[in-house]
C-alpha cells in the first residue's frame, strides 16, 4: 500500500540553525500539508501546497517558514532560524484532491528537537 | 482557540465493550468530520468521516454520529479490542474562510482497551 514517508525520523538542532524535514508523498497525490503537534497539543495545520505554490498557510508558518518541491517527489519544510518553540512532530500529508472527502495520508512524523 | 474539542484526555475500556470517543465543534461552518488513529511513532491514520447532510456512518466495528444542532460528534467501537489502543483525533473541515481540505483538530483522546 502507498504511504508517505519522512526523513528524518530525529533531528536534533541548535537553537538559530536552518532545518529542512523531507516528505516523499503518495506518487499520485497532487496535494500536499505540513502539520505540526508541540507535545500534549493538538495536530496543528502549517500550509498546503499544490502546483508549486502555497494554497493556504496558517499564522503560524510566519516567514520563518518555507516549502518546496524540488523534484518530482520530494517536498520540504524549511526553517530557517530555529526557536526553542519550533520543537514538536512535524507531519507531512498528501491527498489527491483537495475536496474535504478526498483523505489525507499522513506519514510518519519528524521529531524536531530545537536546543 | 479550541474550535474542535475533545474533553476527554484518556479513556479505559474492557475488551469487548463498547467505546465511544466524544468530539464537539464550535464552528457551525464545518461541514465534515474526520476520525484519525494514531499510534505511538507513527502519523495519523484516518479511520471514519462524515459529511454534516448525514447523522451516522458505519464501517465495521466503527460508527461515527453526528448532532448538528449540539455541535457534537462520537465515535463508537463495538466490540472494542486490544489493538484499538491508540490515540483518536477528531478533526474537521469546511469551506470555513480557509480552503477545503485543511484539518482542524482536536487534542485527542487516548483509548485503553484492556484484555
Known amino acids: 500500500e502507498p504511504e508517505v514517508t519522512q526523513t528524518p525520523s530525529h533531528q536534533v538542532t541548535q537553537m538559530g540553525q536552518e532545518v529542512i524535514l523531507r516528505c516523499v508523498p503518495i506518487?499520485?497525490?497532487?496535494?500536499f500539508y505540513w502539520y505540526r503537534q508541540i507535545l500534549g497539543q493538538k495536530v496543528e495545520f502549517l500550509v498546503s501546497?499544490?502546483?508549486?505554490?502555497?494554497?493556504?498557510k496558517s499564522e503560524i508558518f510566519d516567514d520563518q517558514f518555507s516549502v518546496e518541491r524540488p523534484d518530482g517527489s520530494n517536498f520540504t519544510l524549511k526553517i530557517r532560524s530555529t526557536k526553542l518553540e519550533d520543537s514538536a512532530m512535524y507531519f507531512c500529508?498528501?491527498?489527491?484532491?483537495?475536496?474535504?472527502?478526498?483523505?489525507?495520508?499522513f506519514g510518519p512524523g519528524t521529531r524536531l528537537t530545537v536546543l | 482557540d479550541q474550535q474542535v474539542k475533545q474533553n476527554s484526555p484518556s479513556l479505559s475500556v474492557q475488551e469487548g465493550r463498547i467505546s465511544i470517543l466524544n468530539c464537539d465543534y464550535t464552528?457551525?461552518?464545518?461541514?465534515?468530520f474526520l476520525w484519525y488513529k494514531k499510534y505511538p511513532a507513527e502519523g495519523p491514520t484516518f479511520l471514519i468521516s462524515?459529511?454534516?447532510?448525514?447523522d451516522k456512518n458505519e464501517d465495521g466495528r466503527f460508527t461515527v454520529f453526528l448532532n448538528k444542532s449540539a455541535k457534537h460528534l462520537s465515535l463508537h467501537i463495538v466490540p472494542s479490542q486490544p489493538g484499538d489502543s491508540a490515540v483518536y483525533f477528531c478533526?474537521?473541515?469546511?469551506?470555513?474562510?480557509?480552503?477545503?481540505?485543511?484539518?482542524?483538530f482536536g487534542k485527542g483522546t487516548k483509548l485503553s482497551v484492556k484484555p
Open positions: 500529508a498528501s491527498s489527491r484532491t483537495a475536496t474535504v472527502e478526498d483523505t489525507q495520508y
Open positions: 506518487s499520485n497525490h497532487l496535494y
Open positions: 501546497f499544490y502546483n508549486n505554490e502555497i494554497s493556504e
Open positions: 464552528n457551525s461552518m464545518f461541514d465534515y
Open positions: 462524515i459529511s454534516s447532510i448525514k
Open positions: 478533526a474537521a473541515s469546511g469551506d470555513y474562510g480557509g480552503s477545503q481540505g485543511n484539518l482542524i
